[in-house]
Each structure stands twice: as structure tokens, then as C-alpha cells.
């Protein structure tokens, strides 16, 4: 049985870039009157560019979900924004967006110890996973890749499997949105490492950072001294 577990978050944490939620946006607005539509692709930009200026954007935990949010505010149907979600990822999956891993982060993969296991957790659709993933330049460095993991709900039957008969402190939860991908984690025990992209402090967070490579340290740190 490997010695420790490093289960990452896909979106905002392994997988960056946000070309794709620009276009999923125009895809909900495109629904609306055309007034809508610019006020919900405005609102979109503003997010994006660090400064929301609607309620239901400011506290947004990406830009995917700030257009999920901004669905609800302007009254599209929750049907046709998840299609527009699927759409959008397939597209993506296509190679039809940028994307980009964090710095160093392969290199940073290749540098953990072999009794190191590694698990990449996400929501976005499982068959998206793939060919994005082998673009980013990360096939085969993970053990388990896991999509549709229906997070923050689903993450105990994945914290289970994943630890079998692991103590808690055996996994290290790194991401993003604290809600999805460290309290569930966090609330039996287990490390947590977040990245706050937007200056918003998760106070149980065992470490945090405004990037993943700033958190290559502590994460280097938590291997040696568990």
C-alpha cells in the first residue's frame, strides 16, 4: 500500500485558462434579450477581470460558476445552462480552447517519492478528462483520475476509497474552492492546501497559497514529515 495520497482538484488547480468560460457564457446569454445579454456577459468580465459587480458574482468560486450563478440570476433555465456546460467541455476536449498546466507542475509530479499516490477529483465530465490532460502534458502521471465526482457530495465515497484502511492524515486535499474540495476532506482529518485565487482566506486550510507552485513547498514539506 503507498505511504500518502495527493488527491487534486482538476479546474482552477491542475487545469488552468479561462477562454472556455468565456465562450460557455456567450452560450446561457445567447438565450436572453439582447439588453440581458450584454448585462450577463458584462457581469461575466468583470468576474473574470477581478472585480465582480453583481451579488450573485462576488462571491463566485471560478468562472464557471460565476456563470452558472449568473444563469440563475437572469431566470435560464438550469436545463439549457447545463448543456451549454457540455457543449462547452466537449469543445474543450477538442482542443478548441487554451488551457494550461501550472508551472513546474509535471516536473513537480516526476519529483515525488514513488510511494507517493497521486488522485486527480473533478466534477467536470469524465469523458472530457483525457485528451485535455494529455495536452497539459500529464498522461500517466496520475494513479486515479476521477470524473463526475459530484463534489462537495460525492467526495465521501471517493475520501473512502481512496484511503481504504488509511488514517486521515494519510491525504492531502489540494484546491480551489474550499466548499468542494477541502471540507469535506478537512472535516475528517484530513491535510488541505488551498489556492486563493481571488484574496479570499479559508482559515482551516493547513496551508494556503495564490498559486499551486507556491504550495510545492509545503506540499514537499507534508511528504517528510507525516
Known amino acids: 500500500?503507498?505511504?500518502a495520497i495527493l488527491l487534486f482538484d482538476y479546474d482552477g488547480t491542475v487545469r488552468l485558462g479561462t477562454?472556455?468560460?468565456s465562450h460557455y457564457a456567450r452560450l446561457v446569454a445567447a438565450e436572453l434579450a439582447p439588453d440581458d445579454e450584454r448585462a450577463f456577459l458584462a457581469a461575466h468580465a468583470a468576474f473574470l477581470a477581478g472585480k465582480p459587480t453583481t451579488a450573485s458574482t462576488f462571491d463566485a468560486y471560478d468562472a464557471d460558476?460565476?456563470?452558472?450563478?449568473l444563469a440563475g440570476e437572469f431566470g435560464v433555465a438550469d436545463s439549457v445552462r447545463h448543456d451549454a456546460?457540455?457543449?462547452t467541455r466537449k469543445r474543450m476536449a477538442d482542443g478548441e480552447f487554451a488551457v494550461w498546466a501550472p508551472k513546474g507542475f509535471r516536473e513537480f509530479l516526476w519529483s515525488l517519492p514513488r510511494t507517493i499516490e497521486v488522485a486527480l477529483v473533478t466534477n467536470a465530465p469524465a469523458s472530457s478528462?483525457?485528451?485535455v490532460v494529455e495536452r497539459l502534458g500529464l498522461d500517466g502521471l496520475f494513479?486515479?483520475?476521477i470524473g463526475d465526482a459530484g463534489k462537495p457530495e460525492g467526495m465521501d465515497a471517493i475520501l473512502d476509497e481512496l484511503l481504504e484502511?488509511?488514517?486521515p492524515d494519510a491525504l492531502l486535499s489540494i484546491g480551489d474552492i474550499p466548499r468542494n474540495d477541502l471540507a469535506p476532506a478537512a472535516d475528517r482529518g484530513c491535510a488541505t492546501a488551498y489556492i486563493d485565487h481571488y484574496g479570499r482566506p479559508w482559515p482551516r486550510a493547513t496551508a494556503s497559497g495564490a498559486t499551486l507552485d507556491e504550495l510545492y513547498p509545503f506540499i514537499h514539506r507534508w511528504i517528510t514529515t507525516r
Not at 460558476?65 to 450563478?69: F, G, K, Q, T
Request: no cysteine; charged share 35%.
Open 1 to 3: 500500500m503507498n505511504d
Open 19 to 21: 477562454e472556455h468560460a
Open 65 to 69: 460558476n460565476a456563470v452558472r450563478r
Open 85 to 87: 456546460y457540455v457543449a
Open 129 to 131: 478528462l483525457e485528451p
Open 143 to 145: 494513479d486515479h483520475v
Open 165 to 167: 484502511e488509511r488514517a
